[in-house]
């Protein structure tokens, strides 16, 4: 109390100013009406500036409420899309294969539901099984390039092994331009490179060169594209290239891809297996 008496004392005549101004002020906003409009409308606009931070922070309180009613309402709409609708019937098509030897492809095609790239053996699942006549050992392509090889099927999906798996998938691959073949693998280390062995080295090569599916198979068409050169450097151990090729297809985006049944491959297969047979016979 003594310590406001004495501020008081020391500044009474600054007090006693304020105490005026204050007086006027009053009588200024009480006894004309244009101030008192204009005191109306900043107290209107003050009322509404702290209204405004009021309802921002109520509605933030009900994010939680909010965001959890459209999660229920994204999953009965998923639901009524997705969940009561069976996968669409496939499109079958046939095309002759370039070697003219009378050999007929059919291919079915389905859709990813998962698929990895970041393991050492890598596969994907696809929405077609055995009712659409996927069976293991068909190969898999997507739209720009080869994908895998089917090593298992239920009713409705299949399982496939990626191309992107070490030693697991050897696919016969050919130089487009020379017609030359070799062996392409991956070796895990780049999810968009695979390499080509056994093609000679006195066979020319540049980059960019084109490789494409040789045909020496039952599970892959001639002339699937794969890739096309990246580098090339000779293989000290075998005296061949060894061609790094860069895949056309980008195998972590896929999400359309193609079945690939052979309709003669019954056929190709009894004669490789008397191949074998008389080779075993041979060697005995």
Do not use: C
């Amino acid at each position: 109390m003594g310590f406001l008496l004495r501020l008081f004392s020391k500044n009474a005549l600054l007090v006693f100013f304020i105490f005026l101004q204050i007086i006027a002020l009053v009588l200024i906003f009480s006894k004309n009406a244009m101030q008192q409009s204009w005191l109306a409308g900043q107290t209107a606009a003050f009322n509404s500036w702290v209204s405004g931070y009021i309802d921002e922070g109520v509605s933030y309180l009900k994010l939680k409420q909010t965001n959890e009613d459209l999660v229920a309402q994204n999953k009965a709409l998923m639901l009524e899309l997705y969940g009561k609708q069976g996968a669409k019937n496939p499109l079958f098509r046939k095309v002759h294969d370039t070697l003219g030897g009378g050999q007929i492809y059919t291919f079915v095609d389905g859709e990813i539901v998962f698929n990895s790239i970041n393991r050492r053996n890598n596969y994907f699942t696809i929405n077609r099984g055995r009712r659409d006549g996927v069976l293991p050992q068909m190969g898999v392509m997507a739209p720009k390039g080869i994908a895998g090889i089917v090593i298992n099927s239920t009713e409705s999906y299949a399982l496939v092994q990626s191309v992107l798996s070490v030693n697991k998938i050897r696919i016969n691959a050919a130089l487009k331009k020379s017609g030359y073949f070799g062996t392409l693998t991956w070796r895990g280390d780049n999810s968009r490179v695979m390499h080509l062995s056994d093609v000679p080295k006195y066979v020319s090569l540049k980059i960019g060169d084109t490789i494409v599916t040789d045909g020496k198979s039952a599970i892959f068409p001639k002339g699937i594209m794969i890739g096309t050169v990246a580098g090339y450097t000779v293989d000290n151990q075998t005296g061949f290239w060894d061609i790094s090729v860069e895949l056309s297809e980008k195998l972590g985006a896929l999400n359309k891809v193609f079945v690939v049944k052979n309709l003669k491959k019954a056929e190709v297969q009894k004669i490789s297996d008397t191949m074998q047979a008389v080779i075993k016979k041979e060697n005995d």
